[in-house]
């Protein structure tokens, strides 16, 4: 019982600690990949297919996700945007749990003529970032690492533009030491006890 009980403590410790981390924020991407696990899947929405759709779906390896606008989406081979200004460009995510995102995220006008206004992007765990991109990709870049799954991320610009994001993508944090340790020891604790129930049996 006893065995049972600290390997419930320590697994339940190790998803509290995962729980309670802070969404760590990077302007990097060589930052934000250095703690993005193998596996992810980067889309860089080079076919504008769904221009004025009102979603359109991707997926790869085991992510995918929905991008949505209220007045259909736009395409134009570079990036993915709102069909209409000052609408918000919405990804909802729904494959494996999605723990890292990072993409360029910018905003243009009616010409596609890149916009040096405030982007601003939130994440479904109340994370809110806003910034002013210098460029396409400078400056636009930002990412995401949470323990926690983030469920979706909204884009959105000032009035009269449109929002719009390339290269992104979604994947899974690296554990920190810590955390895979937790998870050890709960992890070695079950198997002991696994195993001084088979042998009493």
Known sequence: MRFAHFAFSALALAASAAASAQTTTYVSPAAFFANVAPGSYTEGFADPFFSGDPSASFSGGLFSYT???????????????TNLPTEALT?????APVTALGGNFWATNISDVFQPVPVTLTLSNGTVTTFTPASETVGSFRGF???????????????????????????SVVPEPGTWLLMGLGLGA????????????
Request: proline letters at 3%; charged letters at 5%.
């Open 67 to 81: 991008v949505s606008a209220p007045g259909g989406l736009y395409g134009n081979g570079v990036l993915i945007g």
């Open 91 to 95: 990804i909802t995510f729904t494959g």
């Open 145 to 171: 690492t949470t323990a926690v799954p983030i469920l979706s991320l909204q884009i959105t610009s000032t009035t009269g533009v449109y929002a719009g994001m390339d290269n992104f993508t979604v994947g």
């Open 190 to 201: 079950l198997l002991l006890r696994q195993s001084r129930r088979a042998a009493s049996v």
